[in-house]
């Protein structure tokens, strides 16, 4: 771990990483953490990771929804994965999309995944640092968002992560540091082989230009 007094983090997508994938999430009801999440949280915390959700959150430019929904679906998140003995640091979230119908929210941003944004606000508010830090998602937009902030990435294939893999990977421009059936195998990793994937360099993998397995 670091000495600059700046603590390491994992960055982790939300839908389909740490709670079911069902498209838009339109109401509460339908929100359901992954019964796994806060251990996989409690384990990265234990180790001296700060954990922080980064989710795009189209569906506010969209109208779909407002921003109380999102907040209240956060506040559900967070107890979840608190009574996993987990605790999230943050919760950072785009409301953004340049197509959007909510004029107030039809923008081009820095904040919407793959941009990196969110995890620059993050760093900066919560003293993170970024050098020794992750990202875990199930889409290869957040492989591409943990390259353009210089860390490896955990790919989960939960949620769409299973047809991104097996259907898309080969046309990836660059591989993921490590494939993990879902969020607590991904903490695991981390945990476990942390170091590695710092000391090889980002985005680095295997000769045979697919990321290893967990």
Request: with cysteine; proline share 5%.
């Amino acid at each position: 771990m670091p000495d600059s007094g700046l603590r390491p983090a994992v960055f982790l997508d939300r839908d389909g990483t740490l709670n079911e994938e069902i498209g838009y999430v339109n109401h509460p009801s339908r929100f359901h953490v992954f019964p796994w999440a806060g251990e996989a949280v409690r384990e990265l915390n234990r180790a001296g990771y700060a954990t922080v959700v980064i989710t795009n959150q189209s569906g506010i430019a969209r109208g779909y929804f407002d921003e109380r929904l999102v907040e209240l679906l956060h506040a559900k998140l967070r107890a979840d994965i608190e009574g996993g003995g987990g605790e999230i640091a943050g919760i950072y979230y785009c409301p953004h999309h340049p197509d959007g119908k909510v004029e107030a929210y039809k923008r081009d941003c820095d904040c919407r995944k793959p941009g990196s944004g969110l995890i620059r606000r993050a760093a900066a508010d919560l003293h993170l640092d970024l050098r020794h830090s992750f990202m875990v998602g199930d889409r290869f937009i957040d492989v591409e968002t943990a390259r353009r902030a210089g860390m490896p990435a955990v790919f989960v294939l939960s949620g769409y992560g299973l047809g991104e893999y097996e259907y898309h990977r080969h046309s990836w421009p660059h591989q993921p540091w490590r494939i993990a059936q879902d969020v607590l195998e991904a903490a695991h990793a981390i945990v476990e082989h942390g170091a590695e994937a710092h000391s090889a360099g980002v985005g680095a993998h295997p000769a045979s230009a697919e990321a290893k397995k967990s």
